[in-house]
Structures are given as structure tokens and as C-alpha cells.
T-cell receptor
Framework: DTEVTQTPKHLVMGMTNKKSLKCEQH?????MYWYKQKAKKPPELMFV???????INESVPSRFSPECPNSSLLNLHLHALQPEDSALYLC?????????????????FGPGTRLTVL | GQNIDQPTEMTATEGAIVQINCTYQ??????LFWYQQHAGEAPTFLSY????GLEEKGRFSSFLSRSKGYSYLLLKELQMKDSASYLC????????????FGAGTRLFVKA
């Protein structure tokens, strides 16, 4: 299994809703990432989990709350979002988050969840 | 901090060769990636360079010069399906290690 899966594919939510995005990989990767991508812009890193611990939070507003229940799963809990949070949310994983070279640093991306906040 | 520059758009002809340049500034350089992204889809990995030189993989090659903070992606025998955005991403140290993406180069391949 060499893919990262994300659910749902599309999500429409109101500003008062609470929803969660899910990401799963079974490649034994120990680093998982959340990115946000607006149209015609590059992905922007939001969070990095390293060995199931949050290692990087790119000053993301608290209305986004990540969770890593185990080494295969990564969630992003959403609450009280704003319309400007509408974007494609990408999950990625890599074998190791550390300083190793070679293909270990390759990030595999999921297909993304397209989020619309009304 | 980290900074990555690449051209916004390029146009090339089917069957030709195109070179997409990327310049970067970063601390603690730990590798440079090229990703391809078709509109509405997730990025897919093309190449990874951590040492100076040329890495060849089929029709795609990637070059790195760490002393110059410079990389290029070379696409040969262009096909229409190569029309996509090409993202240069650099892994560096800013606190912990993280990967930052450039704005991407939109490549249009015409017949």
C-alpha cells in the first residue's frame, strides 16, 4: 500500500459547525503533515507530526486542531472556521522527519479535501 | 528564514526540451524536491537532490548546486500531459526541519 488516503473529498460547512478531516497511511511512515493550498498558490505547511508528536505548528489559528491518534492516522479538527479558510487541505507523509538523506524525505501526498466554509 | 524563487509561467512545444529554474535561500539545507501538480490534484513527487549534480530519471532530470542555491528541472521530449505546475520545495532548518514550497511554475505545452 503506497498511498495516502483522505476523507472526505469535499466538505461544505458553516462557520458554527464542527467537522474533522481524516488522513491515513499504511506505509509505516513516521512523519505526517497537514498543508493548506489556496487556488493557484503553493501548499503552505500547517502542522508536522513526528513519531506521533506535534513537532511543528506554523502559527496556525486555534480553530484548526490536529490530532495523531496513532502512527497511521492524522486528523484535523475544524471549529468556528471563516470563509477565508476555504481551501484544499492536503495530508502528506514521509518515512522519517529527521535529517536523513535519500528517498526517506520524499513526501507522499493524499488527494486532499476541498473545504468550503459558508 | 527560507525563500524560493521560480518563474511564474513557461510555454514550450510538444517534443521540445524545457528547463525550469529554482533559486533558494535557506539555513541548514537538507534537500530540494521537485513536484508536479496538475490543476485540482495533489502534488506528485518527481525528484530529490541533496548533493550537487544531476539526477536523471527517464524524461526528467534535476540539477542542484548548493553553493549557488540553484536547481533546475529539465523535461525532455515534452508531451501535452506535462502541462502542469512544477513546484520547487526546499527542506531546511528554521527551528525544526521543514519543507517550504516555491510558488510553482505553470508550464503550458503546445502542439
Amino acid at each position: 500500500d503506497t498511498e495516502v488516503t483522505q476523507t472526505p473529498k469535499h466538505l461544505v460547512m458553516g462557520m458554527t459547525n464542527k467537522k474533522s478531516l481524516k488522513c491515513e497511511q499504511h506505509m509505516g511512515h513516521r512523519a505526517m503533515y497537514w498543508y493548506k493550498q489556496k487556488a493557484k498558490k503553493p501548499p503552505e505547511l500547517m502542522f508536522v507530526y513526528s513519531y506521533e508528536k506535534l513537532s511543528i505548528n506554523e502559527s496556525v489559528p486555534s480553530r484548526f486542531s490536529p490530532e495523531c491518534p496513532n502512527s497511521s492516522l492524522l486528523n484535523l479538527h475544524l471549529h468556528a472556521l471563516q470563509p477565508e479558510d476555504s481551501a484544499l487541505y492536503l495530508c502528506a507523509s514521509s518515512q522519517f522527519p529527521g535529517t536523513g538523506g535519500g528517498s526517506y524525505n520524499e513526501q507522499f501526498f493524499g488527494p486532499g479535501t476541498r473545504l468550503t466554509v459558508l | 528564514g527560507q525563500n524560493i524563487d521560480q518563474p511564474t509561467e513557461m510555454t514550450a512545444t510538444e517534443g521540445a526540451i524545457v528547463q525550469i529554474n529554482c533559486t533558494y535561500q535557506t539555513s541548514g539545507f537538507n534537500g530540494l524536491f521537485w513536484y508536479q501538480q496538475h490543476a485540482g490534484e495533489a502534488p506528485t513527487f518527481l525528484s530529490y537532490n541533496v548533493l550537487d549534480g544531476l539526477e536523471e530519471k527517464g524524461r526528467f532530470s534535476s540539477f542542484l548546486s548548493r553553493s549557488k542555491g540553484y536547481s533546475y528541472l529539465l523535461l525532455k521530449e515534452l508531451q501535452m500531459k506535462d502541462s502542469a505546475s512544477y513546484l520547487c520545495a526546499v527542506r531546511g532548518r528554521d527551528g525544526g526541519f521543514k519543507t517550504i514550497f516555491g510558488a510553482g511554475t505553470r508550464l503550458f505545452v503546445k502542439a
